[in-house]
């Protein structure tokens, strides 16, 4: 169905449906945070009164906590803080809160090394103490700060300030945080993310490419859907945002065994969800092998994780698949599921020229040739046959 647009408390909402037989989600902002929900509820009236109760919510918690401290008692502590949001109702996924915390504590670390969990907020979500984590993790200085080994690009280090300002949704303040005083938020949650440059395609070690082949042989047995997961990324050189998108709609089927899968933007229509191509991509049929025909014929929605909650879909992709990964992807590369794009790629540059290599990943052949103007066509070709 169609979006339906409603103004509800002063605030522009819009309702919709991610399949025709799913519950009304929501989506609007307040005060520059966007918030997208499911309703709960299929029927417009109801999502409409659900839409006005969280809207309410938003704007109480704001008024309590925006202007800063106001619950009486000490400053909140890290540990409080992680111990709160693991009492009572769910957060969110357990990984994902451990992660979100592990990089709450990666900024406490910056006050006291030693007892991260003992640091009062006010003193890590302080501007001063922010700008001086964003050196230090530049830098790989002072250790203990990076609660990984080290932080060597600017994405890096954004996905730790955006991480642990995920702890302090406006959500989970009012339902968590609200017996803790707690310090203004803004300068964490408006802190400006460091700019985050190309990276330019450096070659694997063979010794990388043949274990990661190795363990995927294994994977197609023991995880089917991981294998998958990984052979889509590998040698389709797809986005995860385009393999998370993948609907069996996509696939077209041709004759004498061939098939394609079809990347464009699509509008919502007949029951399948909309999507758009990612920074400014062109739209591209990439030729699927027998091997990946097999295993995505028959599928009726999502071509991976169909049938399971959009969490879970999103984890599946952007996590477990990276976790996997990240043993083979050559030390110091942060992007691991990327660097299968690149690699994917490289051999379509190799074989066939930067025109074809731009086609093959949708991106202009100016864009393609800046990752990959260190190498040229006469470096060795990394071939593979998972």
């Known amino acids: 169905m169609s979006a339906l647009k409603r103004k509800i408390a002063g605030v522009k909402v819009r309702f919709y449906k991610r399949t025709a037989g799913s519950n009304l989600s929501m989506d609007f902002e307040i ?12 029927h417009i009236a109801d999502a409409e009164r659900v839409a006005l109760d969280r809207i309410n919510k938003i704007n109480e918690a704001r008024r309590a906590f925006g202007a800063g401290a106001l ?3 000490s400053m909140a502590t890290v540990g409080e803080v992680c111990e ?3 009492v009572g109702d769910k957060v ?6 451990t992660r979100y915390m592990a990089a709450l504590v990666c900024l406490a670390r910056v006050v006291d090394e030693a007892r991260p969990l003992d640091v009062t907020l006010d003193k890590v979500i302080d501007r001063v103490t922010l700008e001086r984590y964003v050196s230090l993790a530049q830098g790989n200085q002072g250790r203990g700060v990076n609660w990984h080994d080290q932080l060597p690009m600017n994405g890096a280090i954004n996905s730790t300030l955006r991480n642990a300002a995920s702890l302090f949704q406006e959500r989970l303040v009012g339902r968590h945080l609200s017996a803790l005083r707690l310090p203004p938020l803004e300068p964490l949650r408006k802190f400006t993310a460091l700019p985050t440059l190309p990276t330019h395609f450096i070659p694997w070690p063979t010794e990388n490419v043949t274990a990661m082949d190795a363990a995927a042989r294994a994977l197609k047995t023991e995880q089917p859907e991981l294998w998958l997961c990984h052979v889509m990324l590998r040698r389709l050189g797809l986005r995860d945002a385009e393999l ?5 709609a996509w696939v077209q089927w041709g004759q004498d065994g061939k098939a394609w899968l079809d990347l464009r933007t699509r509008t919502a229509e007949g029951g399948e969800p909309a999507f758009r191509l990612l920074k400014g ?3 591209r049929r990439l030729a699927l092998d027998a091997e990946i025909q097999e295993a995505l014929r028959g599928r009726p929605g999502w071509l991976i ?9 999103y984890d599946f992709v952007y996590r477990e698949h990276c976790d996997w990964l990240r043993p083979f992807v050559p030390e110091g590369r942060m992007k691991v599921n990327h660097e299968l794009r690149k690699l994917a790629a490289s051999r379509v540059y190799t074989q066939h020229g930067i025109a074809a290599a731009a086609y093959f990943l949708g991106d202009s ?7 990959y103007a260190a190498w040229t066509a006469e470096a060795p070709v990394v071939a593979w046959e998972v």
């Open 244 to 248: 998370l998108g993948a609907r069996a």
């Open 84 to 86: 709160a949001l693991r």
């Open 71 to 73: 619950v009486r008692g």
């Open 92 to 97: 969110m996924d357990e990984k994902t809160l």
């Open 31 to 42: 005060d520059g945070e966007r918030f997208q929900e499911s309703t709960g509820w299929p």
């Open 365 to 371: 052949v100016t864009t393609t040739e800046r990752y």
């Open 281 to 283: 991509g062109k739209p």
């Open 305 to 313: 994780g169909d049938g399971w909650g959009e969490s879970k879909r």
